[in-house]
């Protein structure tokens, strides 16, 4: 079975620092990886994703993800934080066999001056 | 413009009486899924479909029904079985490969009176 644990349900930062989210995930085989991003009151956008290529993975607004498989890891991470980068962030797994995913709890990522 | 339609966007129901959450897609996918969005818990699969005629129980799909009769729409029907409904429902599409993105409605808030 898959599963993915994401470390810190609420994350702070001041602007222009840097942003890490973290991610783990389980899975019996090697497996596709998303990181989805919700504003209030919406539904969910992708950001970027790992399917097997380069394991750096750059995605939209600046955000990046490197695919650990050692250490089962899948981390999103962006240089320097911006205020409209307040949001919810979702991790996911997926069964390369079709695409139904399994996501995480979600870190709420806030931003301050 | 393609994309992925809910409606409503706030729902009420009472005690004992069945609801109906429309979700309309444009984009010519394959694939359709419900998910329940709870406060700290990120989503859940309710019920997924790969094609017209077919679909399949996800993780939590207890007190709910679908039905999937054309390919550009899913509904989702809340049940009276379903004791506690209150939650965020989501609605998403693919082309139904793996590695592929999936595409989110808005959400319908749906509470209990």
């Known amino acids: 079975a898959q599963s993915v644990t994401q470390l810190g349900s609420h994350v702070s930062v001041s602007e222009g620092a840097l942003v890490l989210l973290r991610c783990n995930y389980s899975?019996?085989?090697?497996?596709?990886l998303f990181w989805y991003v919700q504003y209030p009151n919406q539904g969910l956008q992708l950001l970027l994703k790992?399917?097997?290529?380069?394991?750096l993975v750059k995605g939209i607004n600046g955000f990046e993800a490197e695919f650990k498989k050692s250490e089962t890891s899948f981390h999103l991470t962006k240089p320097s934080a911006h205020m409209s980068d307040a949001a919810e962030y979702f991790c996911?797994?997926?069964?390369?066999?079709?695409?139904?995913?399994?996501f995480g709890a979600g870190t709420r990522l806030a931003v301050h001056p | 413009d393609g994309g992925i339609t809910q409606s409503p966007k706030y729902l009420f129901r009472k005690e004992g009486q069945n609801v109906t959450l429309s979700c309309e897609q444009n984009?010519?996918?394959?694939?359709m899924y419900w998910y329940r969005q709870d406060p700290g818990q990120g989503l859940r699969l309710i019920y997924y479909?790969?094609?017209?005629?077919?679909?399949q129980k996800g993780d939590i799909a207890e007190g709910y029904s679908v039905s999937r009769e054309k390919k550009e729409s899913f509904p989702l029907t809340v049940t009276s079985a379903q004791k506690n409904p209150t939650a965020f429902y989501l609605c998403?599409?693919?082309?139904?490969?793996?590695?592929?993105?999936?595409?989110f409605g808005s959400g319908t808030q749906l509470s209990v009176l």
């Open positions: 998403a599409s693919s082309r139904g490969n793996g590695n592929e993105k999936l595409f």
């Open positions: 899975s019996s085989v090697p497996p596709y």
């Open positions: 790992y399917t097997s290529a380069a394991t």
């Open positions: 996911a797994v997926s069964d390369r066999s079709y695409n139904k995913l399994i």
């Open positions: 984009l010519n996918h394959d694939a």
């Open positions: 479909s790969q094609i017209v005629n077919d679909f």
